[in-house]
């Protein structure tokens, strides 16, 4: 088994850059290789929404919303997924998680349902003011 353990949300103000991370870490057993990474988030009354998803190879997919001002990235070495948001708008503030799947990603995040994703982040909260 693994955990997740996510972190680098806080209150920040629209424009501006932040990195979230993940980290994934044994809890027991072995460090189960995760071949499709993600963020999702998610607010006050509303469904889980995916953001962004990669790759073992580094090929990325994100929602529409976010294309051209986030950036998904991995360290392989360092078991670590990160998300770099910039020019953030009021509407990014959100609890984001990130999910891990043993399995291949699917072709877009769209075809990606939280359902797939075995292992999941507790969740770093990020507010964007105007």
């Known amino acids: 088994q693994m955990k997740l353990v996510a972190s680098g949300g806080g209150s920040v103000q629209a424009g501006g850059s932040v990195r979230l991370s993940c980290t994934a870490s044994?809890?027991?057993?072995?460090?189960?290789?995760?071949?499709?990474w993600a963020w999702f988030r998610q607010t006050p009354g509303k469904e889980r929404e995916g953001v962004a998803a990669?790759?073992?190879?580094?090929?990325?997919t994100y929602t529409e919303s976010v294309k051209g001002r986030f950036t998904i990235s991995r360290d392989n070495a360092k078991n670590t997924l990160y998300l770099h948001m910039n020019s953030r708008k009021p509407e990014d503030t959100a609890m984001y998680y990130c999910a891990g799947d043993a399995y291949v990603c699917g072709p877009s995040i769209a075809s990606m349902p939280t359902t797939r994703f075995e292992y999941w982040g507790q969740g770093t909260q990020v507010n964007v003011s105007s």
């Open positions: 044994v809890v027991l057993g072995y460090l189960e290789n995760i071949h499709c």
């Open positions: 990669i790759d073992d190879g580094g090929t990325a």
